[in-house]
DNA sequence: GCGGTTTTTAGAATCGTTCTAATTTGTTAG
DNA sequence: CTAACAAATTAGAACGATTCTAAAAACCGC
């Protein structure tokens, strides 16, 4: 784990430790898989590499996470009504995406004509709106999959996991 | 119906035809509901509102209706995974939206640093993908929300239908 | 009016997410 | 060490928005 990573995971455990919550060994997994991945997972994905080393996890405690990082605003949610919302565990504050409507892959974006938090303000005089995030999306097709376009021989490229293996299959199985 | 309202059903009439789809009354129902409301209907909304007329009509032909305008071209689809996706059939371009994360109503905005289809082609360049859309959106809390943050007295506003009543209730019902 | 196509309908199915009740785990005091 | 309590987790049911399906109805050109 490179040190963005650790003291990423880091703000997230005294976070979610001043909200008053016990850092169980399956939450520290999953701050340590959204600290440590740029890929957007879903709360799916997520789940099935918390799986990895512990195997008994349910969804419910996923989504249960999830809940207390939005509350502790440690993590950033993308929402999508046609298919799994996705989270962005490395930088909790609105930031604008890449979003490919062809591979559902999602790239972090630095914003070119970023507002930031001090726009925030300068709206919030402009409307009477209290404001308190945004969502800046661009949606397209991203350059892998404009090249498999004409390209009938490349498979699609496998799913990488998010994170190196679990020790061994059967040590950590039953936590 | 004002002028622009008239204009604009126009609009989506003729992108319909072209896509070789009749228009039905209840279709053309829809867009008039659609051309003439800046409330950001949902499909359960717009349900709602063509039954004033064709009390019948079913919830999968709503949904139909807005397929084929998104096909079109000529509706704008704001997704939402907690609650229903809302529409705008006014403004069919991408453009920035306020939403009320207290009373779920959404606002058309003047984007301030718009970037429009002239910058969607900048940075589409910029960053490889062949952008074909964008999302903008700032949420906060709207000025009568505010207000009543303070007022116990005030009972929220009654939702107001979306367009003049029906003619009568017995003579449209069975078209 | 007739045959063929399109549209509409009601309800079932699906999918992501949330809820629920029961069980497990962890902690603290004795 | 263990009883008692609180917090976390589980499996599965429930939910809500959307999509699908098969059958019925409306429409069109002749």
Chains 1, 2 share one sequence.
């Not at 909200?19 to 890929?39: F, H, N, P, Q, Y």
């Not at 099935?48 to 950033?76: C, F, M």
């Not at 972090?108 to 308190?132: E, F, Q």
């Not at 995030?133 to 097709?141: K, L, P, S, V, W």
Request: glycine share 4%; with cysteine.
């Amino acid at each position: 784990m490179d040190h963005r990573t650790q003291q990423r995971v880091e703000e997230m455990r005294s976070s979610l430790s001043s909200l008053g919550v016990a850092i169980t060994r399956r939450r520290a997994k999953m701050l340590e898989i959204l600290a440590s991945t740029d890929r957007h997972p879903s709360a799916n994905e997520l789940h099935a590499e918390v799986r990895r080393w512990y195997p008994s996890t349910s969804l419910a405690t996923v989504y249960n996470t999830i809940d207390l990082l939005k509350e502790a605003g440690q993590i950033l949610e993308l929402e999508f009504s046609a298919s799994a919302n996705r989270y962005d565990g490395r930088r909790p504050a609105s930031h604008p995406h890449l979003v490919c409507i062809s591979c559902q892959s999602i790239e972090d974006m630095d914003d070119p004509h970023d507002p930031g938090a001090r726009a925030l303000d300068r709206l919030s005089h402009a409307t009477g709106y209290r404001l308190v995030r945004q969502r800046t999306d661009y949606y397209g097709i991203c350059p892998a999959c404009q090249l498999q376009e004409y390209d009938t021989t490349t498979p699609p490229a496998p799913d990488a996991s998010l994170t190196p293996q679990p020790a061994s299959s059967g040590k950590a199985s039953f936590p």
